[in-house]
């Protein structure tokens, strides 16, 4: 699933060539990617045409464009959607969904939601430009630049879950995804099952500094790609899939020590770790 840096990369991309044109036409070519929308295809065709898009904006996982009425295009990419700006006569994608055409763009543009696997989806957020309701209670990600970072750590450190679940809570901390979890965790030498109470105010902040720094690090090389599902509104894959310590590692020597790099199954997923730098915690006494 497209992670933080990823999402950050299109909506970077996005609004460098969407911001300020118009759209002239909307064909949803498959309901389900908005399914959420009330009015169905029909309505939210009729919602969009003739509205002009006034930037492009990100919560967590989240996109939305902002257009001139207030309202806004709310997105997110699921599992294996992407959102692709292609010249008019460029062929239809194999899993094409919904097209936008675009007027006011350089050589006449469309706008294109491709997905594979449907699990993304559009809709209209009715006066959403500023924050859609929908995603409001989402908290914000390390990379924004409001995000508190003493109130995370306090948060964090009044939990009984393992941290990295606690790192996938959307409500504490938005963005962080099972790739760059694991990465902050072996940068941090945090064992994943290690409770949030039983973290220091000084780890608490480390670990922070360390996702933050993994997914700008991510983010300066375009994201990461395992296969051609991810990649940014030009089509490009990501490379910092070679920069990776821990996820995806299975039997590799850590970087660090040389142990094997373990995976174990976690929450219908799999967690990477190295079982030197980052020993499972000790059960609490009774």
């Not at 399914?35 to 919602?47: L, Q, S």
């Amino acid at each position: 699933m497209p992670e933080l840096p990823e999402v950050e990369v299109v909506r970077a991309g996005l609004e460098r060539h969407v911001t300020g044109a118009t759209i002239t036409f909307v064909d949803v070519l498959h309901d389900r990617p908005v399914r959420r929308h009330p009015g169905g295809a029909a309505g939210f065709a009729a919602a969009l045409t003739g509205r002009t898009i006034v930037g492009a904006c990100r919560r967590g996982k989240y996109l939305w464009l902002p257009l001139d009425n207030g309202d806004a295009i709310l997105g997110h990419l699921g599992m294996s959607g992407q959102m692709l700006v292609q010249p008019t006569d460029a062929p239809a994608e194999r899993h094409l969904r919904v097209r936008f055409a675009l007027a006011g763009t350089e050589h006449g543009r469309e706008l294109r939601f491709v997905d594979q696997r449907m699990f993304g989806g559009l809709s209209v957020s009715v006066g959403g430009a500023e924050l859609p309701g929908e995603i409001a209670h989402i908290a914000r990600d390390p990379l924004d630049p409001a995000f508190d970072d003493d109130a995370f750590a306090a948060r964090l450190r009044r939990r009984t879950s393992g941290v990295k679940r606690l790192l996938l809570d959307q409500g504490l901390i938005s963005g962080v995804g099972n790739i760059y979890a694991d990465e902050a965790l072996w940068r941090a030498r945090l064992h994943g099952e290690r409770p949030g109470d039983r973290l220091t105010r000084k780890q608490a902040l480390e670990l922070l500094g360390h996702a933050r720094e993994v997914m700008n690090a991510a983010l300066a090389q375009g994201g990461t790609s395992f296969d051609a599902l991810y990649v940014n509104v030009n089509g490009e894959s990501g490379y910092f899939d070679r920069s990776l310590h821990a996820y995806g590692r299975e039997g590799e020597p850590c970087d660090r020590c040389g142990t094997p790099i373990r995976r174990v199954a976690f929450m219908n997923r799999s967690s990477y770790f190295c079982p030197r730098c980052q020993p499972v915690p000790r059960a609490r006494r009774r």
